[in-house]
């Protein structure tokens, strides 16, 4: 009886070994499958040369915090203020829509980051506001939807860029990335593990036909 208990926990034991193995094996395969996809689809579309990227009417400054929850400046945020200063001030878009998070009343990314664009000089005429930017799928979607643009140029660090391209080609957008400067590896090694899963999320968002969380009155862009 007792070397039957012990044979059936063994077994039990094992099966559970097995479908944990199995189960990481699917996951690094998903994991592997999706950023190949996404890596692939941006081939040829990323620019970090102002002089080389193609004009577009519009750019897309994709949202993030100004500050780290330590307190300290977030650098993702300064590189991308640059770089969207810099294409404009390059004449290679007329105008940028800002895209952020503003689903609290003390957090504004969007406001926050057009008044670090007209300190770098960027009339704010030409500043466009998306307050529901809450990801970077309800950015993209509504680029097209709300403020009615087929093409753009987005602007961020090229991994998120590159996740942004292949949404936007899901959606039907011509777009192309301006690679704001990237942080050390050392110090953007959770965002780089983050967005593995992030980009599984992509797919998944539409298997199931996600949609943003708000759409609204449409924006003119003259």
Known sequence: MVAHYVIISAMRKKSVFFSAGLLLVISSAAVYSCNQVIVNNARGKLFTDVQAIPAHKVG??????????????????????????????AGK?????????????????????????MKDGVDSAVIYLDYAGFRTFDSMVRLREIFGQNSVTVISQAFHNERALYIARREGIEAVGFNAQDVSSRFGLATSVRERFARVKVFVDYLVGKKPKFLGEKVLIL
């Open 60 to 89: 897309l400054l994709l949202g993030t915090s100004k500050e780290l929850h330590n307190g300290h400046d977030n650098p993702y945020y300064d590189y991308r203020i640059k770089a969207a200063a810099q294409l404009f001030k």
């Open 93 to 117: 878009i007329k105008y940028i829509i800002v895209s952020g998070d503003n689903s609290v009343k003390n957090y504004n990314e969007p406001e926050e980051m057009r008044q670090d664009l």
